[in-house]
């Protein structure tokens, strides 16, 4: 996806609820919302067992009670261009979703996500495990004949699910199960959950024990419109063990390719092949006791090797860190400390937002107390910036920006025993959001117009390709702005 989508993302979301965390799930689009009621705590249901199960395993969550955002004029307007995407990836209309969770844990990501009424099960898996982007590819069937006949069409292949049991629950996959390989649970009639399948496993084993930070914020989220919460040691060990299976499975991979072309290279010419084959009729025998035996001496040592390497990779692991700590690394004391919590209130009177972080020691709670500044001052400054860069398609939130900027540059940072915390609000002001919307109107037909012109002037380019007249020499590609990549409609 292009970087624009990921920024507006963050805007937005700073811009509505103040926090970049909405945009990781693609909020809901301009859809027909119930109204916005308020809950009383007397009538919160106690959490699914599935909720209970993220208490055990997972290092973080975010959890979206949708009625909040479907049910506000400012929020449908902002995140209208990213309903499709939501919906998509979901496989259900928003406004028959109840609460969305995204959690993090061992293996990867896991949505859960809870309707209003029965789901059709099948639907939601064809949907799911085939139609959103990033799952597995559907088999293609293979060309037809030449001699087929005219007329005749390619027959679909069909698509093979496989079962997985884990811990009481069926995961439902397509293809191999690997890592990174995309699963769907059925829970009950209505709760769902999705995503990596190593993850899903990871959390219907149910191996860990409960976090009382995580239980109390999973428990809340019927209280919030938006509940994120942090465990810093679960995530810090989560991080660390990720980087230690990726680095062994890239030493996996160049040990095979390593032996593949020493292989090769010992290969011998084909016209000797058949001499050898009588000869090793006469060795198989004693060839097989050889490697029985070879097995044998492996076993016995290869459970201390494997033991000894992996205290080293332990070792030398903590003074490596991977792509999410390089990008996070300012705010690095708020997720790896003791414990994190964020809520977001949507309601007829505006937005607020409270953030506190609890420390393990004073020193990460003045560590903590600075990165919880920094923030507020970075989101700050985006608020006012990107919607002056024309390129980034996010102009259309230029209302935005003061009231945003403001809303963080009131926001104090207050330190009390071992906990740094903040509180902000923002109260749109009458017309924001149909200034808004306004704005974004004319940035999308602007976007659209621009894609139209760059698509005929690739069709151009082709066209003279093909009466032989040669491509432009100078200039960007017409793809893109960035002269490369893919054309307006692959976007």
């Known amino acids: 996806m292009p970087l624009r989508f990921y920024l507006r993302c963050a805007l937005a979301a700073a811009a509505a609820l103040l926090l970049g965390a909405c945009a990781a799930l693609w909020l809901p689009a301009d859809l027909a919302a119930p109204s916005l009621q308020a809950r009383a705590d007397d009538q919160q249901p106690e959490p699914p067992s599935a909720d209970k199960l993220l208490a055990n395993e997972c290092a973080a969550f975010v959890c979206l009670r949708m009625a909040d955002f479907t049910g506000d004029e400012l929020m449908r307007v902002v995140f209208a261009d990213f309903g499709k995407e939501l919906e998509q990836i979901y496989g259900l209309p928003l406004t028959d979703v109840e609460r969305a969770t995204v959690a993090t844990l061992r293996g990867g990501n896991v949505r859960i996500i809870h309707t209003h009424k029965p789901y059709d099960r099948d639907k939601l898996q064809e949907k799911i495990l085939q139609g959103r982007f990033g799952g597995p590819f559907v088999p293609q069937p293979p060309p037809l004949p030449k001699d087929a006949k005219d007329g005749e069409k390619e027959k679909p292949m069909k698509v ?191 937005y607020t937002l409270k953030a506190r972080a609890t420390a393990h020691n004073k020193d990460e709670l003045a560590e903590a107390e600075r990165a919880l500044k920094s923030l507020l001052y970075v989101i700050r400054e985006m608020a006012v910036l990107l919607p002056r860069d024309e390129k980034n398609g996010m102009p259309g939130l230029k209302p935005l920006s003061a009231p945003v900027a403001r809303a963080f540059k009131e926001a104090k940072v207050v330190r009390k025993d071992d906990t740094v915390s903040t509180t902000i609000s923002m109260t749109p002001e009458d017309g924001l959001a149909k200034k808004v919307g306004e704005g974004l109107a004319r940035a999308r037909k602007k976007r659209e117009e621009e894609d139209k012109k760059r698509q005929e002037e690739f069709d151009k380019q082709f066209k003279d390709k093909d009466k032989g007249s040669p491509p432009p020499k100078d200039g960007p590609s017409p793809l893109n702005r960035e002269g490369g990549g893919a054309g307006p409609k692959d976007r």
């Open 160 to 350: 093979e699910y496989k079962e997985k049991k884990v811990g009481g629950r069926t995961l439902h996959y397509v293809g191999g199960w690997e890592r990174y390989a995309e699963a769907f649970c059925p829970i009950d009639k209505t709760t769902y959950a999705f995503g990596n399948g190593f993850a899903l496993e990871a959390l219907f084993s149910g191996k860990g024990k409960p976090s009382s930070g995580l239980s109390e914020a999973l428990a809340s989220t019927g209280k919030h419109s938006l509940v994120l919460a942090v465990d810093g040691d679960r995530m810090k060990a989560m991080l660390k063990q990720e980087r230690i299976e990726q680095k062994r499975e890239m030493e996996k991979w160049r040990e095979e390719e390593r032996k593949s072309k020493e292989n090769r290279d010992k290969a011998p010419p084909k016209d000797k092949e058949d001499d050898k084959d009588k000869d090793k009729d006469k060795e198989g025998v004693a060839r097989d006791k050889d490697k029985d035996k070879a097995k044998d001496k492996d076993k016995q040592e290869k459970p201390k090797k494997d033991k000894d390497k992996v205290d080293q990779e332990d070792e030398d692991d903590e003074d490596t860190f991977g792509p999410f700590e390089i990008i996070f690394l300012p705010y690095k004391p708020l997720y790896q400390a003791k414990f994190g919590l964020v809520t977001g209130d949507v309601t007829k009177k505006g």
